[in-house]
């Protein structure tokens, strides 16, 4: 094996010159960057000790081995995944804080070299793997600072013997160094990572590659390469068909220290779990803005709690799958939760800004635990803390959940402390004694005295405060059962409604199929896993609160084609002394899995084939549909020529709402029987909507108040085939929500806090019927019939939801909300139903005021708060206080939002702010940029068809945003097609807007203040019909 020495060379700005230069130059000796096993750990490179000697050079070292091949030559083993490439890390993996940052240990010869010294890279691959002429095998560059990567080149053709790679035979790779280079980084130095690449989430096969002899060189071996093809590269589709090696992977070199290292986090692929990328391994990362940084010496993350919350790093298992596997884990990254009960030694690389008398950054990271003995802004320094002083009488550091560090909180006058901002890096956990710069602490380390925990009210979960249960928390008359043997509690059939606590431990699969349970419980608690779900005969139960903890699961369905039906029943009152936020009431998933689902549905509405009378109890559809004798049809309010425009409508109107249901009692083909007469005239074309379910999920007649289903943080959320009825307590009043804060004059564990009201609400914001509430997973709302009575029926906020098909009757405030401006889930193929219920107003009356938390009350099928969500083939009927779909893209109040990193939400959006996206567009971010609004349809009666407020574009944009396909009737005597608010350009395509009644006063586009422009709509294709004027104000 040949080392060159290190030569430092002038950075050029052009690529040409600098390729000039390296042609002039003289030759390197070859350089190995990867040869045998021995390679594949990091070397020490002074005579200063290093515990890093020995850390693995691999990009990930869950993917990639290094190979002791006794019999032939030693080799990279490399099994990339959907989400993850891998390679070689050629870096710098110690230095010394205190010796000018001197490197210790390093991978390869040298730290981060300058590519462009060499001509070539050439080494030996097999490859195997499903291969089109997209996923092909691939290589790139990574450079250190700034984080630059290289161009990406196909491993085929003219850089390969033969022109393709073999899972057979090992086949020579020549790259020229110069079709590596970009136009930002032209000369190819400070290189971090040589990556072997992944095709991607769209491909369930990814390459996996075998890799030798990874060498720099100017005298490259001979190839006889192939063409270059746009056809894909015949590739073999096992897995290489070598003989696994008698070794594998080799011992440490000897070098190694001798007692074991086990790095937590030491870049940034670590942040998320093994399995998922888009799951992270932060705790409170949404909350605190956790952030990482690739940073010139090292990757390190940033923590900057607040004075209610700490943040760091979680560990082991983060969900569980339907089979109770492990599929999200944090380290170690086996689905377990670490045991530092026989560890040493914690220690990372850390600075800290923000200290202040009384608040110091803790874990007590002070005196003899820091280098120079305590934290600084401007460097990072060691810390080193024996385990045992972290250890307690009652907790030894097994079953580890998380590492925390501290917020100070409040000061004895109650304010806050100046927040501390943690950067942190190379954190693990080692047998091996690590030296610090030391001045000894001016006393010995602080216990961590806790008040007496009984006085804590809430634990925070996520983004909110929620109250605490516990069995020693429970009124002296009430029950708290446990679960056992993976078997439902027995219950005294005369205990007192809400008196009896149901508890489903960890370990605990409970199967709950009872037909006839009268107990109505006050809680039912999930830890483990329980299933509502019929065996031989319909299923109820009922309950104040359903509670899916952390690492929980909670499935309530049907089997397909079952007779039978689940009833789940919230039956409670809220109690504003333990819960002053008025949480509870409901069914609510604190970062657990909740799954609904019941029998799909087949049809769900049915346009009529001729009117249907009042007096009559026959329908008459279009064609036959599976619909049941025994289910409901939902018939939309049709009546025309309301005087929806008048000041005080429906006051002054003598307003009937014209809504109602049909039973079935009767199927003939396509002629429907109802067991009732109806009231009211339907006409032809409405649709009937299907509303029966073999779910359902509703509020008790019997209750006190109104339950809501919740979903936060981590777990799983898909509510399918469900009918959900008379939930949601939010109205649309003015919200007025609780005021809380911990109490700082008491010390509990992380969080964990007394809560002090200093307001009590009377219309908290949140309590939807449906409700993704920053839920850090892909969601599915699918096949329901939500029949809320609240504000709002199906809620995606900061949240990827997927809103599909739904049935959505009668919301307050609007049927499907998307509420902050970052959802990117689409909305496809939903028919909401108004029954004219909001406040009818407009949201610019309370945006200012309410700081923009205060939006969609007037009356709205679809409301959005922003641009990236596709909005496609939904169709609206009825009665809208304003409008059946509605777009308020103000960027006030969001433009800090992030949205969620989760699966399935495009790359180049993920975790990013809402500001720094639309900087990105030349002409302004527009419908059509991530999503768009296509064939939507509404034959309603209105203020507003289309409603779009605050849409900017760039002056010279000539297109601003397309509304595509769009039918919009009014059944109204007045009102407008379109109305744009401080809006200067759309394009209409296929877009009719149409009158129904004679003399009516209606305009079809109608624009406001948009400062003294005029609406431009090029190119559109737009057709007026039976309105009274085409356009009008700004128009």
């Not at 296929?990 to 203040?1009: F, L, M, P, R, S």
Request: glycine fraction near 8%; aromatic fraction near 8%.
């Amino acid at each position: 094996m040949k080392f060159g020495c290190i030569v430092l060379v002038t950075t050029l700005a052009e690529g040409s010159a600098a390729r000039r230069l390296r042609n002039t130059r003289l030759l390197r000796e070859d350089t190995f960057i990867f040869d045998t096993v021995a390679d594949g750990t990091a070397q020490a490179t002074t005579a200063n000790t290093s515990d890093k000697v020995g850390t693995s050079c691999s990009t990930d070292n869950r993917r990639v081995k290094f190979m002791d091949d006794e019999n032939d030559q030693d080799y990279m083993d490399i099994t990339t995944t959907k989400w993850h490439s891998g390679g070689y890390r050629m870096d710098c993996v110690d230095k010394g804080s205190h010796t000018g940052w001197q490197c210790w240990a390093t991978c390869s010869p040298f730290p981060n070299p300058n590519f462009m010294e060499w001509n070539f890279l050439t080494f030996e691959a097999k490859v195997s793997g499903m291969f089109d002429s997209i996923c092909k095998p691939t290589i790139s560059l990574k450079k250190r600072w700034p984080s630059y990567s290289s161009n990406v080149l196909a491993l085929e053709g003219e850089y390969v013997d033969g022109g393709s790679l073999s899972d057979t035979v090992w086949t020579r790779v020549v790259i020229p160094i110069a079709s590596l280079s970009t136009a930002e980084w032209p000369n190819v130095n400070g290189v971090k990572d040589i990556y072997f690449r992944n095709c991607g989430t769209a491909y369930s096969v990814n390459p996996h590659y075998q890799i030798r002899g990874l060498l720099l060189t100017d005298d490259p071996p001979t190839i006889s390469a192939g063409e270059v093809t746009t056809e894909p590269t015949p590739q073999p589709t096992g897995h290489p068909t070598t003989a696994n090696p008698t070794k594998s992977p080799s011992s440490p070199p000897t070098v190694s220290p001798t007692e074991p290292y086990w790095p937590i986090w030491n870049e940034a692929g670590d942040s998320n779990t093994l399995e998922d990328p888009n799951y992270t391994c932060f705790e409170q990362k949404e909350r605190l803005g956790i952030t990482v940084e690739d940073n010139v010496f090292q990757d390190y993350f940033t923590i900057r709690p607040d004075p209610w919350v700490s943040g760091g790093i979680k560990f082991g298992c983060q969900r569980k799958d339907a089979n109770w596997v492990c599929d999200r884990s944090c380290f170690p990254f086996d689905g377990s939760a670490p045991d530092w009960s026989e560890k040493l030694y914690l220690t990372f690389l850390a600075k800290v800004e923000g200290e202040s008398p009384g608040c110091t950054p803790s874990i007590i990271l002070t005196g003899l635990y820091v280098d120079a003995g305590s934290l600084v802004s401007s460097e990072f320094r060691r810390v080193a803390i024996p385990l045992d002083d972290m250890r307690t009488n009652e907790w030894n550091l097994n079953n580890l959940y998380a590492l925390y560090f501290h917020t100070c909180g409040f000061n004895e006058e109650g304010s806050a402390y100046p927040l501390l901002t943690y950067h942190v890096s190379d954190l693990a956990v080692t047998n091996n004694a690590i030296d610090v710069i030391s001045m000894p602490p001016t006393t010995s380390p602080t216990p961590y005295v806790t008040d007496d925990t009984l006085l804590a009210t809430h634990r925070f979960i996520h983004t909110n405060w929620y109250p605490i249960f516990a069995p020693n928390r429970e009124p002296a008359e009430n029950s708290w059962l446990v679960a056992e043997n993976d078997a439902w509690p027995i219950v005294d059939s005369s205990a007192p409604s809400h008196s009896v606590t149901v508890f489903i431990p960890f370990d605990e699969n409970v199967i709950f199929s009872a037909a006839a349970d009268s107990t109505i419980y006050d809680k039912i608690i999930v830890e483990g896993s329980l299933t509502i779900r019929p065996v031989d005969a319909n299923v109820r139960i009922a309950a104040g609160t359903i509670i899916v903890e952390k690492g929980g699961t909670l499935n309530i369905l049907t089997e397909e084609n079952s007779e039978h039906i689940v009833t789940v029943e919230i039956n409670g009152a809220l109690d504003d002394q333990a819960d002053p936020e008025e949480m509870m009431v409901g069914i609510l998933a604190l970062e657990g899995s909740l799954t609904i689902s019941g029998n799909k549905v087949h049809t769900k509405m049915a346009p009529l084939s001729q009117t249907a009378t009042a007096g009559s109890n026959v329908l008459v559809i279009n064609e036959a549909a599976e619909f049941a004798v025994g289910g409901e049809l939902t018939l939309p309010d049709t009546q025309e020529g309301l005087n929806v425009g008048h000041w005080n409508f429906p006051a002054c109107c003598s307003y009937t709402d014209q809504t109602e249901t049909c039973t079935i009692a009767a199927i003939d083909g396509n002629q429907i029987t109802c067991e009732q007469t109806l009231m009211y005239d339907h006409a032809i074309s409405s649709n009937a909507a299907y509303i029966s379910r073999s779910v359902v999920i509703r509020t008790s007649e019997a209750s006190t108040d109104r339950g809501h289903i919740l979903h936060t943080g981590a777990g799983k959320f898909e509510v399918r085939n469900a009918r959900v009825e008379h939930l949601g307590r939010t109205s649309t009043d003015l919200i007025d929500s609780t005021v809380m804060a911990p109490d700082g004059d008491l010390n509990f564990p992380p969080g964990q806090a007394k809560m002090i009201v200093s307001h009590q609400g009377s219309n908290q914001i949140a309590r939807y019927a449906v409700h993704a509430h920053h839920s850090l997973v892909e969601a599915y709302f699918s096949g329901n019939a939500v029949l809320p009575v609240g504000r709002d029926g199906m809620v995606a906020h900061n949240s990827r939801v997927h809103i599909l098909d739904n049935i959505v009757v009668g919301a307050n405030g609007t049927g499907i909300f998307l509420e902050d401006g970052t959802e990117t889930g689409p909305v496809l193929n939903n028919y909401i139903i108004g029954r004219g219920g909001g406040s009818r107003g407009g949201d610019d009356g309370r945006f200012s005021s309410q700081s923009g938390t205060d939006m969609a009350h007037g009356g709205f099928g679809i409301w959005c708060r922003g641009k990236l969500a596709l909005v496609q083939g939904n169709h609206a009927e009825g009665h809208f206080g304003v409008s059946p779909f509605a777009f308020f893209v103000h960027p006030n109040f969001i433009s800090d939002k992030v949205i969620p990193d989760v699966q399935g939400t495009p790359a180049e959006l993920a975790g990013k702010k809402l500001k720094d996206i639309e900087p990105t567009h030349t002409n302004g971010l527009q419908l059509q940029s991530y999503g768009g609004f296509i064939n939507n349809s509404a034959v309603a009666t209105f203020q507003v068809g289309i409603d779009l407020s605050y849409f900017s574009v760039s002056a010279d944009d000539e297109v601003g945003s397309i509304i595509q396909d769009a039918f919009i009737k009014n059944l109204a005597l007045n009102g407008r097609g379109i109305s744009t608010t401080h809006s200067s350009l759309f394009t209409l395509n296929d877009v009719t807007i149409q009158g129904t009644v004679a003399e009516n006063t209606i305009t079809g586009i109608w624009c406001n203040n948009c400062n003294g422009c005029t609406l431009q709509t090029p190119n559109t294709t737009l057709v007026f019909e039976n309105v009274a004027s085409n356009r009008g104000g700004n128009c």
